[in-house]
């Protein structure tokens, strides 16, 4: 099993060649004001044309509305909407259709009922993302460094593209993937050497690792 990793929650264009050079697939960006990773549109107008070519670009939103979702888009050429707040299969549907980009919906998961209520953006969804429920008061509904029982996605009706989340790090990998039997794999706090600041050697060391289970 080929083993694909996203990289959320870049700031700079050297952490974005550091993980596209190592094999990242994909390359995430934050639009979400509380986040220490968070873009505004000027930063991401000036890094846009420094980015490097090949991984997808994927913009992370929280219940943005259809000006922000656009202006992101257009300011870093994005080519996926990660919409990671309390949107409903209804509005995930509408912001496909208005934004013409596949969309990933990520869910909060804690028990197999969380996985199983998510099903409903099954058709609707490009992709699904499986990330931890953020711990009690957390201001943040990712990028927590807390994981979840990876063994529960064994026994769930997934959809055919799913994203695993939420704790990972260069050292669990292999155990994720055995317990989950996850193909993607998305990482962002678990390659930080301090919230916010992405680490080049934990980058490289991400991916190494996860080709090492591919």
């Known amino acids: 099993m080929s083993i694909e990793v996203k990289i959320c929650g870049l700031t700079t264009a050297e952490t974005a060649h550091a993980a596209a050079g190592a094999g990242a697939s994909y390359l995430g960006f934050m ?91 099954y058709d609707i969804a490009d992709a699904m993302l499986f990330d931890a429920k953020p711990p009690k008061g957390a201001a943040l509904p990712g990028g927590n460094a807390v994981s979840f029982p990876w063994h529960i996605m064994q026994e769930a009706s997934l959809p055919e593209k799913w994203l695993l989340a939420g704790g990972l790090t260069p050292d669990n990998i292999a155990e994720a993937v055995k317990l989950s039997q996850a193909s993607i794999l998305d990482v962002s706090s678990g390659v930080e050497s301090e919230p916010g600041i992405k680490s080049i050697p934990a980058i490289e060391a991400f991916l190494r690792a996860a080709k090492a289970v591919s």
């Open 31 to 121: 639009f979400f004001e509380p986040s220490p990773r968070h873009l505004t549109f000027g930063a991401a107008r000036r890094l846009n044309p420094d980015l490097p070519d090949g991984p997808e670009r994927i913009g992370v939103f929280v219940n943005a509305n259809d000006r922000f979702i656009a202006e992101a888009i257009d300011a870093i050429d994005l080519t996926w909407l990660q919409l990671h707040g309390s949107e409903t299969p209804e509005e995930v549907a509408r912001l496909k259709d208005k934004h013409s980009l596949p969309v990933i919906k990520a869910v909060g998961v804690s028990e197999p009922a969380d996985i199983e209520q998510a099903s409903a953006y």
